[in-house]
């Protein structure tokens, strides 16, 4: 009769870490990053809403700091070019990159602040 070798005995908090991956069991760093990510997402949520002010204490229109934001500088210059405003125009009187500008467009397009004429031209849509 052999006997069997005996190797180095398992520890519980090896077990146990064993057992939360195979079952796909969530640690606690891993809800500590869900709920961060969750506290981003909804800061995101709270700042394009478009129902109301992004900060507390912050005017319509203006960032904490008090300056005017990229959004409405965006939107100021569509609405004083009596044509329609270009991309290019726009990029010329704001000085913002393309992405910059191409993200703010589609805000202000699905805000209903603006409206695509053309393409690359866009007006500043009609209030009621």
């Known amino acids: 009769m052999t006997r069997k070798k005996k190797g180095k005995p398992i520890s519980f908090d090896a077990m ?6 195979n079952y796909k069991i969530p640690t606690k760093k891993d809800i500590d990053r869900l709920e961060k990510r969750i506290t981003q997402l909804e ?7 478009g129902t ?9 229109g ?16 569509v609405r004083r070019a009596r044509n329609g405003a270009s991309f290019q125009y726009i990029q ?4 913002f ?4 500008i ?5 805000r202000l397009n699905k805000l209903e ?7 690359g031209v866009y007006t500043a849509a009609k209030t009621p």
């Open 97 to 100: 990159d393309d992405k910059k």
């Open 92 to 95: 010329t009187k704001t000085g």
């Open 113 to 119: 602040k603006i409206r695509r004429q053309s393409r």
């Open 62 to 77: 203006r960032n904490a700091k008090g300056a005017t934001t990229g959004m409405d500088t965006v939107y100021n210059v």
């Open 16 to 21: 146990v870490k064993f057992f939360m991956q």
């Open 52 to 60: 109301g002010r992004s900060r507390p204490h912050a005017a319509p």
């Open 43 to 49: 800061r995101l949520i709270r700042s394009t809403a």
């Open 102 to 106: 191409r993200n703010i467009i589609f």
